[in-house]
């Protein structure tokens, strides 16, 4: 049988959405830094029986019966979590990273005190006390920004925010930061003020695995991430703790926060440290830093402006007014072509959130499909050259055609096109 046989005969309809899905996977360049590939095998588990069972608790202490194989899982997944990241304890239980840093928040802070996060439109996330976040509507917020001229991380004005500010949390880490951020400066100035620090890795948590990139864990009292994108795991959120914490953290997941975990995640989560802890998949990170080096400087070459002119990780964050465009325009354009981003807001950008000036784009998908550094010279003239066709859509279309011939010479995992039929 196919591997969507069921679906088709159950529900045609939803199974000619999800083989269109598929199919668009396959044929596009899919540049979301946040998106990637899973492993058969973590499809497999993040589709089994196990979505099947109700564990409220913790391994040991459930309050539901019939937990054996369940509490095996759930520890398998945390004793690989501890053992690949140099954690004391893991909480594997969060729906995914946004609510795995709420239950930070819940833990170590009560409401009303203050948070010290990366300002959104500077490369933070809405969770780290945005004003249209819970995080910034139920605590004080006060945000941190990058160097007007250079757009990187200003430490010495961090230091001095957090000397005025008097953080009770202070939160590392973003979603749109081409650079490495230095984990040890901020844990200085954690403990200067008497904050707890927390970094969200949830974009570089591969990175981290594959020795890609600097590991938070020395320096911060609790780390969170999810479990996909550069992890390639299935869609879920983690919590790695140093001990002091980590049983308060605990309870405010659950009971705090949550009920019964998703045990098929938990599954998927647990075949993804195993494949996380190979030599494949440290060279797979070491390739995703390369393979966005080398985009960045066809990019530049062909006159397109970068934030921080660079990029020290797997995201490049480009401002799109450099070629006459704008951030909104140009992914529209780029999706026409079969190469898919997200338009994404600049440092000090003076268009609105929703029509920004800039675009983000990263190498974790394309990596996965095995493409090097000759591909992203290839992959920078297909963005170049939409340039040139902003109102064309005709001609879009003859690069759609050449992006998806481009891309039929690398698998993409976890995809079987013609398995159903």
Request: with cysteine.
């Amino acid at each position: 049988m196919g591997h969507l046989d069921h679906i088709k005969a159950t529900d045609p309809e939803l199974f000619d959405m999800i083989r269109g899905e598929e199919q668009r996977q396959f044929d596009t360049i899919r540049l979301i830094p946040s998106e990637n590939y899973v492993s058969l095998a973590v499809l497999e588990a993040t589709g089994s029986i196990l979505t099947n069972k109700y564990s409220e608790g913790y391994s040991g202490k459930r309050y539901y019966e019939g937990q054996k194989y369940v509490d095996q899982i759930e520890d398998l997944a945390i004793a690989r979590a501890c053992e690949l990241f140099g954690a004391d304890r893991a909480n594997v239980q969060p729906y995914s990273g946004s609510p795995a840093n709420l239950g930070v928040y819940f833990a170590l802070l009560k409401p009303g005190e203050t948070v010290m996060g990366m300002a959104l439109p500077h490369g933070g996330h809405l969770t780290h006390g945005w004003d249209v976040s819970i995080t910034g509507q139920y605590y004080r917020p006060t945000q941190y920004t990058v160097h007007p001229e250079t757009h990187l991380l200003d430490y010495d004005a961090l230091r001095d925010q957090a000397k005025k500010e008097q953080p009770k949390l202070i939160i590392a880490g973003a979603t749109a930061y081409p650079r490495i951020i230095d984990f040890e400066a901020f844990a200085s100035i954690a403990k200067e003020v008497g904050a707890y620090l927390l970094v969200d890795m949830a974009h570089i948590a591969g990175l981290v695995a594959g020795g890609a990139h600097p590991s938070p864990i020395p320096y911060a009292d609790v780390v969170s991430t999810t479990t996909h994108k550069t992890l390639r795991g299935p869609r879920g959120g983690m919590l790695l703790m140093k001990e002091e914490v980590a049983d308060t953290i605990d309870r405010a997941v659950f009971p705090g926060l949550q009920g019964g975990p998703h045990n098929h995640t938990t599954a998927g989560l647990a075949v993804a440290l195993k494949e996380a802890a190979t030599e494949d998949f440290k060279a797979y990170a070491h390739q995703i830093v390369a393979n966005a080096r080398a985009l960045a400087e066809a990019l530049k070459e062909k006159g397109f402006k970068l934030i921080t002119d660079g990029t020290d990780n797997h995201l490049i964050l480009i401002d799109a007014t450099s070629r006459g465009t704008r951030g909104r325009k140009l992914a529209k354009v780029l999706n026409r072509c079969g190469i898919v981003c997200n338009m994404n807001t600049i440092p000090f950008d003076t268009r609105k959130p929703f029509d920004p000036s800039g675009i983000r784009i990263g190498t974790p998908s394309i990596t996965s499909r095995g493409m090097k550094e000759k591909e992203m010279v290839k992959i920078a003239e297909f963005i170049d050259r939409s340039i040139d066709i902003l109102m064309d859509k005709d001609a879009q279309k003859l690069v759609k055609a050449e992006v998806a011939e481009f891309c039929n010479d690398f698998p993409a995992p976890g995809i079987r096109l013609g398995d159903d039929e």
